[in-house]
């Protein structure tokens, strides 16, 4: 099967010379996780692309920082992924943090959306953590 887009980051692939994403659902999950993960003005062209999630990190993990955190996520999603849906978002708990990255600041995020035009669900799960702090 062709590849559909390059998975990033970019890794030598033997098959192919370069990786690829070959499946609608992973380049939509990795579309989504770019999207969440580029701080607005980034992005050559677009300085309004992306949620920036990493400046939340040293906010309080509470659930106003969260509420700021899904609208962000919902207004990014709506403008530039359109076809999908989020379904719901959560975030760990603040009395469950523990240093499993050896550093305070890193925030678990889960994403469960639908791809429109597929009909299928999927769900994101990543922590995203700074370790400039380390």
Same mark, same amino acid.
């Given at each position: 099967?062709?590849?559909?887009?390059?998975?990033?980051?970019?890794?030598?692939?033997?098959?192919?010379?370069?990786?690829? @994403?070959?499946?609608?659902?992973?380049?939509?999950?990795?579309?989504?996780?770019?999207?969440?993960?580029?701080?607005?003005?980034?992005?050559?062209? !677009?300085?309004?692309?992306?949620?920036?999630?990493?400046?939340? *990190?040293?906010?309080?993990?509470?659930?106003?920082?969260?509420?700021?955190?899904?609208?962000?996520?919902?207004?990014?999603?709506?403008?530039?992924?359109?076809?999908?849906?989020? %379904? !719901? %978002?959560?975030?760990?708990?603040?009395?469950?943090?523990?240093?499993?990255?050896?550093?305070?600041?890193?925030?678990? @995020?889960?994403?469960?959306?639908?791809?429109?035009? *597929?009909?299928?669900?999927?769900?994101?799960?990543?922590?995203?953590? !700074?370790?400039?702090? *380390?």
């Amino acid at each position: 099967m062709p590849g559909i887009a390059p998975r990033l980051p970019l890794a030598n692939d033997a098959q192919d010379g370069l990786a690829l @994403i070959r499946t609608y659902e992973n380049l939509v999950r990795q579309n989504l996780k770019h999207l969440i993960l580029t701080n607005p003005g980034e992005r050559i062209m !677009d300085p309004l692309f992306g949620v920036g999630i990493k400046q939340f *990190l040293f906010e309080p993990n509470d659930t106003i920082v969260w509420s700021n955190i899904t609208a962000t996520i919902h207004k990014q999603v709506q403008k530039y992924m359109p076809y999908l849906e989020i %379904i !719901d %978002i959560s975030f760990m708990e603040p009395g469950s943090q523990n240093s499993e990255f050896g550093v305070s600041n890193y925030l678990p @995020i889960s994403i469960e959306y639908t791809i429109i035009p *597929l009909g299928m669900e999927d769900v994101l799960d990543f922590t995203v953590v !700074d370790f400039a702090v *380390l």
